[in-house]
């Protein structure tokens, strides 16, 4: 897998009339670059299956903690993976809020997802409170603590740094601010996990588009972008997988 991650998450949208939008996307991966769709669980296995054989890879939103059992509308890690799955994206802001999901939760989620051999893609990011009372880095190093330790595999580990007003506003945070919290995000993976920590893919979220994604590409530690709205089109993702790979 390339370490240039430009990985989709389609949250709530999209319909069966809307795979077409997946075999465009499929169709036009730049080489040198990992492409990735996360849509919403019904959509996991026949998105996997028009694109086998292609460079896109499809992802879940989500799965429970535990393998299997009496556990009733939720969805395994290996459910997903049977169903043509590649990664899952574990602890968004969005779960966090709606569905009360804690650090403990994530950490048991992201074990459940490498057991069953996917990439787990762990989110992170602070508040606009958070940030603007200048605890935005003490915030996101503690979610990391929080959620990984050295038992977890690096080698299937992305970590997503999201702010959470960034996400769906239309406000990126400024490249003095990723730049500053990925090194920083950089350097508390290097505190659990030594030098491996350097092949963790670090992405980039929140109101990622064709237009914003060179100046974000260009930050170091930037590793290639989680994209939410922007991702429900080809017409809109193409130019974001293309940034990246010229990145
Ligand atoms: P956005 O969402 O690109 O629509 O801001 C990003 C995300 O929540 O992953």
Request: charged share 15%.
């Amino acid at each position: 897998m390339a370490k240039k991650i430009a990985a989709g998450n389609w949250k709530m949208n999209g319909l069966m009339g809307d795979l077409p939008q997946i075999d465009a996307i499929a169709a036009a991966v730049p080489t040198g670059i990992t492409a990735l769709i996360c849509p919403p669980a019904l959509l996991v296995a026949p998105a996997a299956a028009r694109t086998a054989g292609t460079a896109l890879r499809i992802g879940g939103q989500t799965c429970h903690s535990a393998a299997k059992g009496a556990h009733t509308g939720e969805i395994s890690a290996n459910m997903l993976r049977d169903a043509g799955a590649d990664a899952v994206i574990l602890g968004h802001s969005e779960r966090r809020q709606d569905q009360g999901e804690t650090d403990a939760d994530i950490a048991a989620k992201i074990s459940a997802a490498q057991s069953a051999g996917l990439q787990a893609i762990f989110c992170v990011g602070e508040s606009e409170a958070t940030r603007d009372a200048g605890h935005a880095l003490a915030h996101v190093a503690d979610q990391i603590t929080a959620a990984l330790n050295a038992n977890c595999d690096a080698q299937q580990l992305m970590v997503a740094y999201e702010p959470i007003w960034a996400i769906g506003t239309g406000k990126t945070a400024t490249p003095v601010q990723i730049s500053e919290m990925h090194a920083h995000i950089r350097a508390t993976l290097a505190g659990i996990f030594g030098d491996t920590a350097q092949d963790v893919p670090l992405l980039y979220g929140g109101s990622v588009n064709a237009t914003n994604a060179a100046e974000i590409f260009a930050c170091p530690n930037v590793d290639g972008a989680l994209v939410g709205g922007a991702s429900l089109t080809a017409d809109n993702f193409i130019p974001i997988m293309q940034a990246l790979a010229a990145a």
